[in-house]
Every structure is written in structure tokens, then in C-alpha cells.
């Protein structure tokens, strides 16, 4: 058996968190394997809306297991919320949840250094979630952080002292006081108190070497789908740097964050939106400062899932998405918020950029470090609503029309295609 990959193609947002829902029944065992509570997954089950922020998309069907890979980090707090409500809604995680113990902690203190960073860039701020991401990796790859096998240590309060100092020390340098600020409109000392509380319960969850347990369940014939969060776009090495996430988003992540050799990749699903999103910081060549724009994104529901923050929009932009596909290998398109559209008369689609006086169709290194001018190709609006479409015969011919440019300009079918927010609403061609 492989291990078959979702992933966004975008700068996230893309709507991944439904159509892992959606092919769950598919598989087995459903495994994150990269970021943190950065991450915003919504899914919408028989007209009730839920926000996943660390836990796998799967976590809805009971007899499949969801696992938290090494390649994440989290937050026992905000983890232990997010089991708060599963249960609340009637579900019970400890059942088929599992965690691997290399999987890294983020510290209340990654949190406030995640502030005072952003804080001291002032304008050039990148745009964080303030969730303590990127100061967690720094720690990992520094060889300082802790992981989720360190909580079944005895000395793990003494380990956790020396970290924090560490990180207070950090703090001082730039005069920012942690008993002043808030995180999450709570005191430092009150966080710290419920985040070792989350811990304890945690200690009560299966922890798992990850890596041992997916390869003996390829070995045994199981069926794996990787979860991947944020998107190609925001991928540390190959998305528009330093406006990124701190981890490696594309399918090269899948090895690293679950302990799998490349051979065993199988298919690799890439998802994006009919038009385009970015929340924070950093280039968005197809952005619509205007009430296109606004029309998006009241259309949309564009606002971030974790954060709140309204989300910038635009058209969809091919050079970039054709990249993300190279990058990952992708095998399946899937196209989300068609709908969002529904009555847009006529609708652009960016196929290549001008830069410096020179015309590209590929993104290169230049594109993500100048300005760019996007050339569009304009195509007719479907002006059609798609409530109860379920078969892809049955769409509007200019809908269907402005798919099979998409496909016909990055050589790939779209095989997925999403009518609305709701499971049911989706078309598997």
C-alpha cells in the first residue's frame, strides 16, 4: 500500500479540511504531518460547523484513526479546547486519536516570543498567527524543544523550567515583559496554569512512535491519507520567503513528518480555490484591492478560521498554481468554492506575470521578489447557482469551460469538485 497526500496549493485556506472529510471512508488511518494551531480546517457535517486546528479532518468517523505526526507541533492547550469541543458534539477521540511522542510542544512562551518578533518589525511584520510557530520550530531545529514523549519523563517540569528561562532571557532583550501581555486575553501565569493542566490530560492519550506504527500498518495493507495544513505558497523553502509558514508544506514534508520513505508516496490530491486568499503579510499578485474584491470575500466567508482576520482576494492564478503542481507531484485536482462566483459576470484568471518589462508564465524567483504585473485572460461568468448539482455533466457549460482552461493550461484534471461547504456538495468526476 502507499500513503496518499492532501494538500493545499495555495497560501492555505484552500478548503482542505472538507475533502479529507469527504474521502475518509477511503482510507484507514488519516495523519497529519506538518504545522500547528496555525492551521484552520473547516468542515461542515449535516449543517453543523467545525474548526480543527491540530486534530486530523477524520476525526468524525470512529472506526478510522487520526494521528497527530511528528512533523506538527502543538499546543496542549489549545489541543485539549479542540478535544473539549469534539466531545461536546458528541465525539470521542480517545478512541481513534493517537499522538506521536517526536511531535514538538509549544511553550507559553513561544507564544509571547512569536509577539515581541513581530512586534520589533514593526511594517515588515510577517503576518503570524501569534500561536508560537515559528519560535517551536526555531527550537527544534536548535535542538532545544520539547516533545510529547518528554511529558511521561519525571524531570519534564525541571526540562520545562530551563526552556522557559531560556525564553525569558530572550523576552528581556526585547524589553518585553511576559506578566504584562495577554495570550488569548489570558495573563501569562493563568495560560501557563491551564497549558500544564492540558498536559496532564494528555498523559492519558495514546502517545505513539508514529513512524513504527504507519509503516506496520502499510505493511499489513492499510490505507493512509497525509493531512497536510497551511499550502505550497507558504511552504518555508519554495513559497514567497520570508512571508511563509515555518514548516515544508509540499509532499517532501509527508517523509519527514510521518517517517515514510519517498517509494511509498502514492497519490498526491492538490487542492485549490476557484480564485485565490492570503491572510498576513507578503506578494499576492492577483490581489483585488477593490469591491471585486470585497465581493469575494463577503461571498466567501473569507475570513480566517483561526484568526478572525479578514482574508485579502483575488483571481486565480495559474503560473503559481502550476509551480505548486510541479513542486508536488500532484495526480488530483480538486477545486473548491466554484459557488463563491455563482454570479459574477465575467471572471479573469492571471496566465502570466510581467516583470521588469519582461513577460513570464512561470514563477521564478524574481516574481516573488518584485513587483509583478499579472496579465489576465478574461472569461464569461456562469451566472448559475449549483445547489444540488451532484454530477459534473450537469454544470453550467461556462463553468465546465472555465475548469477545462484551468486543466487544459497546467495539464491535470480536475476530479474533485466542490459545489458548496457541505459534504454532500461535492462532485467526484
Known amino acids: 500500500m502507499k500513503v496518499d497526500v492532501l494538500l493545499g496549493l495555495q497560501w492555505g485556506d484552500e478548503g482542505k479540511g472538507k475533502i479529507v472529510d469527504v474521502l475518509t471512508p477511503q482510507y484507514d488511518i488519516i495523519a497529519r504531518f506538518q504545522g500547528g494551531p496555525n492551521a484552520g480546517h473547516t468542515l461542515q457535517i449535516e449543517g453543523d460547523k467545525h474548526v480543527l486546528h491540530t486534530i486530523p479532518s477524520g476525526i468524525f468517523h470512529p472506526e478510522k484513526i487520526n494521528i497527530i505526526g511528528n512533523g506538527v507541533i502543538a499546543d496542549p492547550y489549545i489541543l485539549s479546547l479542540e478535544l473539549a469541543k469534539l466531545v461536546a458534539k458528541g465525539v ?3 478512541v481513534n486519536l493517537r499522538i506521536s511522542k517526536r511531535a514538538h510542544l509549544i511553550l507559553p512562551t513561544h507564544r509571547m516570543l512569536d509577539a515581541a518578533y513581530e512586534q520589533a518589525m514593526g511594517a515588515a511584520k510577517i503576518g503570524s498567527t501569534l500561536k508560537g510557530i515559528g519560535p517551536c520550530y526555531t527550537d527544534k531545529t536548535a535542538r532545544y524543544g520539547l516533545r510529547f514523549g518528554d511529558i511521561l519523563a519525571s524531570d ?10 531560556r525564553h525569558l532571557n530572550i523576552l528581556a532583550s526585547y524589553n518585553f515583559d511576559h506578566h504584562v501581555q495577554l495570550i488569548d486575553k489570558m495573563p501569562f501565569d493563568e495560560y501557563e496554569k491551564n497549558w500544564f493542566a492540558a498536559v496532564e490530560e494528555l498523559r492519558t492519550f495514546p502517545l505513539i512512535d508514529s513512524e513504527l506504527y504507519i509503516n506496520k500498518a502499510l505493511a499489513e495493507g ?12 507558504l511552504d518555508v523553502d519554495f513559497g514567497s520567503y520570508p512571508y511563509v509558514t515555518s514548516s515544508n ?22 487542492v485549490f480555490k476557484a ?60 477545486m473548491m468554492k466554484a459557488d463563491v462566483m455563482n454570479d459574477f459576470n465575467t471572471i479573469d484568471i492571471c496566465t502570466g506575470y510581467e516583470v521588469n518589462g519582461q513577460t513570464t508564465q512561470d514563477l521564478t524567483y524574481e516574481t516573488l521578489s518584485n513587483p509583478v504585473k499579472p496579465i489576465y485572460k478574461t472569461l464569461p461568468g456562469w451566472n448559475h447557482s ?11 457549460e461556462k463553468l465546465k469551460e472555465y475548469t477545462g482552461f484551468i486543466e487544459e493550461t497546467v495539464g491535470l ?17
Do not use: H
Open 92 to 94: 470521542n477521540p480517545r
Open 156 to 165: 519534564f517540569t525541571e526540562k520545562y523550567n530551563k526552556l522557559k528561562q
Open 222 to 233: 492499510k490505507s493512509i491519507l497525509a493531512e497536510g495544513a497551511q499550502g505550497s505558497m
Open 249 to 270: 508544506t509540499i509532499t517532501a514534508g509527508v517523509c519527514s513528518g510521518l517517517g515514510i520513505p519517498p517509494s511509498a508516496v502514492g497519490k498526491v490530491y492538490g
Open 275 to 334: 480564485y485565490c486568499t492570503r491572510v498576513g503579510s507578503g506578494p499576492f499578485p492577483t490581489e483585488l484591492e477593490d469591491t471585486t474584491g470585497e465581493r469575494l470575500r463577503d461571498n466567501g466567508k473569507e475570513f480566517g478560521s483561526t484568526t478572525g482576520r479578514p482574508r485579502r482576494c483575488g483571481w486565480l492564478d495559474l503560473p503559481a498554481l502550476r509551480y505548486a503542481i510541479m513542486l508536488n507531484g500532484v495526480t488530483d485536482l480538486v
Open 386 to 396: 449549483l445547489e444540488g448539482v451532484n454530477d459534473y455533466d450537469l454544470l453550467p
Open 413 to 429: 484534471s480536475v476530479n474533485i469538485l466542490s459545489s458548496g461547504p457541505g459534504r454532500e456538495e461535492t462532485i467526484q468526476r
